[in-house]
């Protein structure tokens, strides 16, 4: 399977760096990218071949990954409007809907249609992302294994039988992997703040969260209960707890994912009118 990116930034880095680690060939990948740095660091690091420009080459791929900006899409796919006719297209781009990626690939009468719309995150670096993924429903089940098979390379993956809720999963997973190294920059702030060296107060924080993550995802518990389970009656954890609730951190967590996932929204309705 040979597989183009449009795009060569963090998270085309990232979902590479992934899949060349689970075993795709560096000669199946290529990536278009505009900027000659980014370039020469992606072909440095992974061996894979770039190029500036979507050349015949380029684009005699069965995958084109659309990996820009949201707001750079538009005039990214400009070039290759009427061109693609059997490659498999998956966008990660928050927000964008299949329905304006296929007008810009295709035409507004003639849309081009085989597309997936993914939602993958950067712990796919280390093969530990997760990813959602909707396809538009003219997309053959050969063409959703493909769109499976190279997200599962680098993390686990859900399919979502409605294109709206894929904001929903931009605000949950895609952006969350923000939200918790925020999460241990403040336990390590704490750390610091008792008294711990850098070094001491984040391997405290880091192996914190680590551990706690990976036994949430061995429990047959749910997570409220393992919480419970450390919070001893009167004791230190419940201190804590107390002061999280007063100062609203579940609400103010919850109302921040449905920012991002606003914010998702509000990306897709804007570029989408062009
Ligand atoms: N960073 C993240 O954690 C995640 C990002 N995404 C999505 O991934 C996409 C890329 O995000 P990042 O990698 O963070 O952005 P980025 O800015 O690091 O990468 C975009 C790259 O595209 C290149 N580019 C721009 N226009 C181009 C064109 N016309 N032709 C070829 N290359 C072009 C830029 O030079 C840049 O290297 C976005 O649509 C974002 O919504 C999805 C999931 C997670
Ligand atoms: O911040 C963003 O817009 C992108 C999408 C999800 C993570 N990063």
């Known amino acids: 399977m040979k597989i183009t990116f449009l795009g060569g930034g963090n ?5 590479i760096g992934g899949m060349i680690e689970r075993g795709f060939a560096a000669q199946d990948i290529q990536v278009i990218e505009l900027d000659a740095d980014n370039r020469e660091r992606l072909h440095k690091r992974f061996g894979v071949r770039t190029t500036g420009l ?8 069965d995958v084109l990954m659309l990996a820009v900006k949201p707001q750079q899409m538009k005039a990214a796919l400009a070039p290759l409007a009427g061109v693609l006719k059997d490659v498999l297209v998956i966008s990660i781009a928050a927000g964008l ?12 009468a003639a ?3 085989r597309i997936v719309r993914c939602m993958p995150n950067t712990p ?11 396809a538009d429903p003219s997309v053959d089940a050969a063409g959703k294994e493909a769109a499976g098979r190279i997200l599962a390379a680098v993390g686990s993956t859900v399919w979502i039988e409605d294109e709206a809720q894929m904001d929903g999963v931009t605000g949950v997973s895609g952006s969350g992997p923000a ?25 405290l924080a880091i192996d914190t969260v680590l551990g706690a993550a990976r036994l949430a995802a061995g429990s047959e518990d749910a997570p409220s209960v393992l919480r419970e389970k450390v919070t001893s009656k009167g004791g230190t954890t419940a201190a804590a707890l107390a002061h999280l ?15 991002a996932a606003d914010r998702g929204r509000a990306l897709g309705d804007e570029l989408g009118k062009d």
């Open 124 to 134: 796919a670096l280390i093969g530990a992302g997760i990813t959602g993924l909707y």
């Open 179 to 203: 939200y918790v190294f925020h999460f241990i920059e403040a336990l390590e702030a704490a750390g610091r703040a008792q008294g711990f060296d850098e070094a001491t107060a984040r391997k």
């Open 54 to 61: 979507a050349d015949a080459q380029a684009l005699g791929c």
């Open 11 to 15: 998270m085309a880095i990232a979902l």
């Open 245 to 259: 609730a007063q100062a609203g951190w579940h609400d103010t967590l919850v109302a921040a994912v449905a920012a």
């Open 111 to 113: 849309p081009y249609t």
């Open 97 to 108: 809907r299949l329905g304006d990626i296929g007008r810009w690939l295709g035409s507004a």
